[in-house]
């Protein structure tokens, strides 16, 4: 059985009552009527015409709501054979596409900014610098961060922590040498004894009676604001809607401009689809562009290359 979490069961939800909704507005079928007989290719169709037009909702709107009705067609498909046309004609339809937006991520300068406005003059700030750094380093999603166990950090050679993301799947991502040396300080004073200490205790957490207590997402965002509110005042250019998704970002851009495959990345990331990975970054940079650019423009005073043999012309034109 498929195990999804609360806020997918929820989405699913929103997606059909939607078009249980078109059907009563457009189709004027009360939902005591509605059968699969409306799930057919006219109805779904006028659906997503009515969606785009008549409700304004953006194309990727449109493509969630498609994409759960299709799941659930597939479902019921399995379920039933009859219901296997259904299904193969939702499958065919095409929601429209939206238009890709080019990756938000920071710079190098706002990246060094946001790091280090943690001072770490008090253990509060101690703790935000730490879980600012392997927020970055990890290119974790923020839930994987705030429930972080000391069981899954690893110091020891080769350094890395284990992070648990979406449907409870585990990836292993290792940790730069800097980031291990910064954990290792952070462990002995937040988490002194710690072979002594239950392995499930929270990495991050505050103190609520006396108990240490995961921090929440809502918590971790609020301390990435903060420090780009005081970075901003050295690096101005820091974007005011900054998020954790962005460090995310910031971490993979970082290493797809080193040249590291999207393979790897799409590992690290904890993306099942290569799409999912190769859709992210497929903008490059004006800079990657241009130094592409300029190193396949041979200079004006260069002199003339050795003339290419025919065979090697030949290879040359074939390439796709």
């Known amino acids: 059985m498929a195990r999804r979490s609360p806020n997918t069961i929820e989405a699913y939800r929103i997606s059909l009552e939607c078009f249980l909704h078109y059907l009563a507005e457009r189709e004027h079928i009360d939902r005591g009527d509605v059968s699969f007989d409306h799930f057919d290719r006219p109805h779904l169709k006028g659906w997503l015409a009515w969606m785009a037009d008549q409700r304004h909702y953006a194309p990727r709107t449109i493509a969630l709501r498609l994409t759960t009705v299709k799941a659930f067609l597939t479902y019921c498909s399995a379920e039933d054979i009859t219901l296997v046309a259904f299904s193969q004609a939702a499958t065919a339809l095409r929601a429209p596409a939206s238009a890709r937006k080019p990756i938000e991520y920071l710079t190098g300068p706002e990246t060094r900014a946001v790091l280090a406005a943690c001072t770490g003059r008090t253990a509060k700030s101690r703790r935000n610098r730490m879980l600012l750094i392997l927020l970055y380093d990890t290119a974790a999603r923020v839930g994987e961060i705030t429930s972080l166990t000391l069981q899954d950090l690893r110091l020891g050679k080769p350094g890395h922590v284990v992070l648990t993301g979406k449907r409870n799947k585990t990836r292993i ?44 997402t809502d918590t971790v965002a609020a301390v990435l604001t903060h420090a780009a509110t005081t970075a901003r005042q050295r690096c101005p250019s820091i974007p005011n809607n900054i998020h954790c998704h962005m460090l995310r970002k910031t971490k993979a851009m970082g290493l797809y401009q080193q040249g590291i ?22 903008f490059a940079t004006i800079d990657m562009m241009r130094q592409a650019v300029e190193a396949a423009t041979p200079a004006i005073d260069s002199p003339a290359a050795q003339r290419l043999t025919e065979n090697r012309l030949q290879a040359l034109y074939s390439l796709r």
């Open 173 to 216: 991502v290792p940790l730069a040498g800097k980031t291990i040396e910064h954990l290792g300080a952070y462990l002995a004073e937040f988490h002194p004894g710690t072979t002594q200490l239950p392995a499930t205790r929270p990495a991050f957490y505050s103190l609520h009676n006396g108990k240490p207590t995961a921090l929440s």
């Open 261 to 282: 495959p999207l393979p790897v990345i799409m590992r690290l990331l904890g993306h099942e689809n290569m799409s999912t990975t190769a859709a992210f970054y497929a």
